[in-house]
Nanobody, 129 residues
């Protein structure tokens, strides 16, 4: 399973961006999906996740109320809508996936990237004026 991300880029503070995550040959409908990010010199941080049943979502404290994770089964794509972006959101964002459940058995988890088996190549997001 190879995840392919798109979107991101450069935006001014307060602006919005959307990241997409898709794959060929597999239905993401059956996968738990998460977004992680890593800024230069910092550890990887869990941003958001959605369970394979779409009934469970979670967000990191720093993005709650600003970011929204979703899934469009007809397009086999997961999204991360990022609103009211701040300079501290600048990072490379990664899509990650696990079939049905994360490694620990949970539907949606952000505590560790090791919970997920498959990763995208990463997309840079830069928030700057």
């Amino acid at each position: 399973l190879q995840l392919v991300e798109s979107g991101g880029g450069l935006v001014q503070p307060g602006g919005s961006l959307r990241l997409s995550c898709t794959t060929d040959g597999f239905s993401l409908e059956y996968y738990a999906i998460a977004w992680f990010r890593q800024a230069p010199g910092k550890e990887r941080e869990g941003v958001s996740c959605i369970g394979s049943d779409d009934g469970r979502t979670d967000y990191g404290d720093s993005v709650k109320g600003r970011f929204t994770i979703s899934r469009d089964k007809s397009k086999n794509t997961a999204y991360l809508q990022m609103n009211n972006l701040k300079p501290e959101d600048t990072a490379v964002y990664y899509c990650a996936a696990a079939f049905r459940r994360a490694r620990s058995g949970r539907l949606c988890v952000l505590t560790s990237g090791d919970e997920y088996y498959y990763w995208g190549q990463g997309r840079p997001v830069t928030v700057s004026s």
